[in-house]
């Protein structure tokens, strides 16, 4: 039943997973792989396929509504004024990066660009970005079924429980960075209605050595 609810279905909902936030759905698609109910290096591949697409069109969305974007909810607006900053101080290194850092996975891309990051370089760096972190994530999954297997034998009758726990552990994960976020956004909404208005200078495209490199990737 399980396996054939994976090859009508497992490949897609993980595509559309890695679309949007998808460090729970891959974890669990490497250990199905580790248990042959799903094929590793197709795993990677849509994992990569779908974390791109996702990020690609975050970043263009950032570009072209950026600061609507993050204004139509309050814990964006704290977030991304946040990853706004971290990415204008070392853009390259985030670009390769921010998939790895839970909880800035959807700002983060529209933060970079709305910063004026060069799409052509994007293009590159969020390819390979896509591609280690699909590789990492699925083959460090794929491994922790290995080594279930050898601790405990025969996993088979195991595996519903070990899936059961990784879901439980990625949707409380998720819960508990909603929450974060929602403390961090009503702090910060106190301390903007408390605070004088500031003029904010940090839309200017990035400098990356060549000024005009922004408006010559467009």
């Excluded at 700002?107 to 910063?115: D, E, Q, R």
């Amino acid at each position: 039943m399980l396996q054939n609810f994976l090859n009508d279905y497992g490949y897609l909902a993980l595509f559309i997973g890695t679309f949007f936030e998808g460090e729970t759905i891959l974890v669990l698609a490497g250990f199905l792989a580790s248990r042959s109910y799903m094929d590793l290096n197709t795993v990677m591949v849509v994992a990569f396929c779908g974390s791109y697409a996702g990020d690609q069109l975050w970043y263009f969305m950032g570009r072209k509504h950026g600061r609507k974007l993050l204004a139509r909810k309050p814990r964006w607006q704290a977030m991304g004024d946040k990853a706004l900053r971290l990415v204008r101080k070392h853009p390259d290194l985030w670009v390769l990066s921010f998939r790895f850092v839970y909880g800035l996975r959807t700002v983060m891309p529209v933060a970079i660009g709305l910063s004026g990051y060069p799409p052509a370089r994007y293009l590159l760096l969020n390819g390979i970005g896509a591609a280690v972190w699909a590789i990492a994530l699925a083959s460090a999954a794929y491994h922790f079924g290995a080594v279930m297997e050898g601790l405990l034998g025969n996993i088979k009758k195991y595996e519903l429980w070990v899936l059961g726990g990784l879901l439980v552990l990625g949707l409380g994960l998720w819960l508990r960075r909603r929450l974060k976020n929602a403390r961090i956004a009503r702090e910060e909404k106190l301390q903007a209605a408390a605070a004088p208005v500031v003029v904010d200078r940090d839309d200017a495209p990035l400098d990356l050595a060549k000024p005009d490199l922004a408006k010559k990737d467009d």
